[in-house]
């Protein structure tokens, strides 16, 4: 009577899984066609009109049989880029959120210093990667620096911008209740601002994956960055591809995650 309980309850959740599959499948119907479209051209250029061979342009096979070689080398490069990216990503969080806060506070702070921050920002982030080197060596400290960097500003602005667009209605309160600056802003004008800066984040997330695999070209070797590098200088291209897609995949589950973290932890409305 155990073996058949335990039999049917295998069997139940095998069928649970697959349906949970089969209904993903359907939900993203669209995305897995444009990937399976994407990989049948991709094979049926590489094996029918490839006439500079897989140097060039590997197969999606070959792509597979020489990342799977690499594999432990990848999964360690995973870890290194993926931890200094949620780690810089983790930093640009907290001063882009703090010093948002000040700007959006002091008019002296924002109107002085505001026109050198839309400087930095305008400036390409990779053009400024050699200065990180200078200024943090070309270790882990440079890399998750840089990240934390090219995160920055989407959460600084959208922090800005958020306190700065709480209602009049919320302002009269709190001076009806002789609120301070510093109870406005955290009972009132952060909870107000928090749809801006929850974009904020979700746009830095891939960000902070840029900006960690940018500072690895030029500054470690390590990580997937690192590896993109050696595989070029080893003409092992598919490799190279492998390594790609995993950050591509790493990046759209990194994104994922926080926004279903996010989506958790902060209110949905907050009018």
């Known amino acids: 009577m155990t073996t058949q309980n335990t039999t049917q309850s295998a069997w139940g959740n095998a069928k649970n ?12 119907r669209i995305t897995v066609g444009a990937v399976a479209i994407v990989l049948f051209s991709w094979q049926f250029y590489s094996t029918f009109l490839n006439t500079i061979g897989d140097h060039y342009f590997p197969s999606p096979l070959l792509t597979v049989q020489q990342s799977y070689a690499r594999r432990s080398e990848i999964l360690e490069g995973l870890l290194f880029t993926g931890s200094s990216a949620i780690l810089g990503l983790l930093l640009a969080v907290v001063i882009g959120i703090s010093l948002g806060i000040v700007f959006a506070e002091l008019y ?3 109107n002085g210093l505001f026109p050198i921050v839309v400087f930095l920002y305008s400036t390409p982030a990779a053009i400024l990667a050699p200065i990180f080197i200078i200024w943090f ?21 959208n922090t800005v911008t958020g306190l700065n667009a709480t209602k009049e209605e919320f302002e009269q309160l709190g001076s009806l209740f002789n ?27 891939t960000l902070s ?40 995949v790493f990046s759209i589950v990194l994104y994922k995650l926080t926004c279903s973290i996010l989506d ?4 949905q409305n907050v009018d």
């Open 17 to 28: 899984i697959y349906q949970s599959t089969a209904d993903w499948l359907v939900d993203r």
């Open 179 to 205: 609120a301070s600056r510093i109870q406005m802003i955290r009972h009132i004008k952060f909870w107000y601002a928090i749809p801006n800066i929850v974009s904020g984040i979700k746009v830095a997330v």
């Open 264 to 267: 958790r932890l902060t209110p």
């Open 108 to 110: 002296y702070v924002r």
């Open 137 to 157: 060596g070309s270790g882990v400290p440079a890399v998750i620096a840089f990240a934390a960097w090219t995160a920055f500003f989407p959460i600084f602005i």
């Open 209 to 248: 994956m840029v900006g960690a695999i940018i500072a690895e070209y030029i500054a470690t070797g390590s990580g997937l960055g690192g590896q993109i590098i050696s595989g070029l200088f080893r003409f092992e291209e598919g490799w190279v591809f492998g390594v790609v897609i995993t950050i591509g």
